[in-house]
């Protein structure tokens, strides 16, 4: 299984880049709507000059498409842009939207179950008074977390999976969903998650990411080095289920 090719695949159709906003939080690419993705990796001293020494500070005439086939990328910066162009060209059938963050859909799946959850998220803490069970990995483990190589022995016991979208970035996704056992209840989180079908074709149940409400303030506040709260105030937060 390839997820990344996978959603590469599944753009059909292309736009051009209207703009793109670096950060050192996000990353933004507005070309059909706006998409957001985290900026993993090291900061990059020039933004503007990360596709092989071709200036992105004029975005005039590049595609969403050509931006996105950088989600390939082992470079994490390239690869976060990559994955911000992805999620500006999906097109969302806001029908199919609910306004419901992570948080919740994890409070009811995981009650009295096992839980693990990839990725360090502020709401572990009620998690973990409502699981049987709870196991966090992190790549940089705070107080009470695995270290992300834990994996492997984390991940076939769980009965609920929540997965951070950065898994996309870092390409751990693929091995990771292999760990899974497949009658557990996964869900991929966070606002570098791509509202796309063809993950619930890889096995997920659900999708909590959001969807740009406010094109000007969510690139400022990209542009801004803003964390997730003041760039949350420009979306609203949603969940698709399979």
């Known amino acids: 299984m390839d997820v990344i ?19 050192g939080r996000f990353t933004a690419v507005l070309s059909r709507g706006c998409g957001l993705a985290s900026a993993l990796g090291t900061p990059c001293p020039r933004p503007e000059a990360l596709i092989a020494g071709q200036p992105l500070a004029n975005a005039t005439g590049r595609t969403a498409g050509e931006l996105a086939a950088l989600a390939r990328s082992d470079n994490l910066r390239e690869a976060s842009l990559g994955i911000a162009a992805v999620n500006s060209l999906l097109e969302v059938d806001e029908s199919d ?3 419901l963050n992570a948080a919740e859909v994890l409070a009811d799946a995981g009650t009295g179950r096992k839980v693990a959850v990839v990725g360090h998220f502020p709401f572990t ?23 992300a190589d834990q994996a492997p022995a984390v991940l076939p016991d ?35 998650t791509p509202l796309s079908p063809v993950l619930f074709d890889v096995g997920f149940d659900a999708l909590s ?11 400022h506040t990209v542009r801004a080095g803003a964390s997730f709260p003041y760039i949350k105030t420009h979306c609203s937060l949603v969940t698709v289920t399979r």
Do not use: Y
């Open 5 to 23: 090719e996978e959603l590469l695949n599944s753009l059909t159709d292309d736009a051009p880049v209207r703009d793109i906003a670096f950060g």
């Open 97 to 99: 939207c609910v306004e």
């Open 125 to 147: 803490l009620r998690l973990q008074e409502l699981a049987a069970e709870l196991w966090v990995l992190e790549l940089r483990p705070q107080a009470g977390d695995l270290p």
């Open 158 to 192: 769980a009965d609920v999976v929540a997965m951070s979208a950065t898994t996309l970035i870092n390409h751990t996704i693929d091995e990771l969903l292999a760990l899974c056992r497949p009658d557990s209840f996964k869900i991929m989180l966070g606002p570098t």
């Open 209 to 219: 990411g959001v969807r740009v409400t406010n094109v000007d303030g969510a690139m």
